[in-house]
């Protein structure tokens, strides 16, 4: 007997709960703006197939990682191709955590390759972005896009250390108030850089449609400079971030 496709809000209900996506940091914008619709409709039908959640999360690290890798592309195609697998990379993300609450499979393994892959992806952007532009200036740009992703990966690290100091101490998970820095004028200064949101250029999504404008100023302007500047930028604000979100986590109460 087949098994009957459930409804789009059944599986509203349960494999994309409130709880998680309602968090400040739960869910990212593009998320709620449109692909949590869109991978609903094909959550709707993967769960009536032999998918596994793993499989899905997989299927979002050769994603991410191959949006660094097309890059190398010369062109506009490069970052357009990147872009694109960076939205198939949410796309993944979304899909295979929704497949996992329907089917009841959740797994430390997909837990694990879930983080490994939000490192990979942000990581190889950036040093794909770093190898793009020194093939077309000096190859010391490779440094900055290496040093780009790996201010990147501490602040990812910064943030699941967290869990990791939370769990080896026997504390429970973090809460969304502890996340409240106690300090006033700390404070204040995150309130006013999260209104310009210049932070978000870290994010792998923001940074392949950044580097994908870059290109499209390139094509009508020639040379190569709005790439550098944008791999310039993604570096400059990682490491500016990198000290600020240490001070950040200790001033708030997400370690007591």
Not at 31 to 36: I, K, S, V
């Amino acid at each position: 007997m087949p098994v009957a496709t459930p409804t789009l809000a059944e599986l509203r209900d349960v494999c994309q709960p409130q709880a998680k996506l309602g968090l400040r940091n739960g869910e990212h914008w593009a998320g709620r703006l449109y692909m949590r619709r869109l991978s609903l409709r094909a959550t709707r039908y993967l769960v009536r197939t032999s998918v596994t959640p793993n499989t899905l999360t997989w299927a979002m690290v050769v994603a991410g990682v191959g949006a660094g890798a097309a890059l190398l592309i010369p062109g506009i195609a490069g970052p357009l191709l990147a872009a694109l697998l960076f939205q198939a990379f949410l796309f993944f993300d979304c899909v295979d955590g929704e497949v996992a609450r329907w089917k009841r499979q959740f797994s430390a393994v997909g837990v694990y390759v879930d983080r490994l892959g939000a490192y990979l992806a942000d990581a190889a952007l950036l040093v794909g972005a770093g190898f793009r532009v020194a093939e077309n200036a000096s190859v010391a740009w490779v440094s900055v896009g290496l040093a780009a992703a790996l201010g990147i990966v501490l602040l990812k690290a910064s943030t699941d250390l967290v869990d990791v100091a939370r769990t080896r101490s026997g504390l429970e998970a973090v809460t969304e108030e502890a996340t409240e820095v106690r300090s006033a004028r700390v404070n204040s200064v995150r309130r006013l850089a999260a209104a310009f949101k210049i932070h978000r250029i870290t994010n792998g999504i923001e940074a392949s449609l950044l580097f994908l404008a870059a290109a499209v100023v390139e094509l009508f302007t020639g040379g190569h400079t709005p790439t550098e500047w944008a791999v310039a930028a993604v570096a400059a604000v990682a490491w500016l971030m990198v000290p600020a979100h240490l001070v950040s986590i200790l001033s708030s109460s997400r370690l007591r």
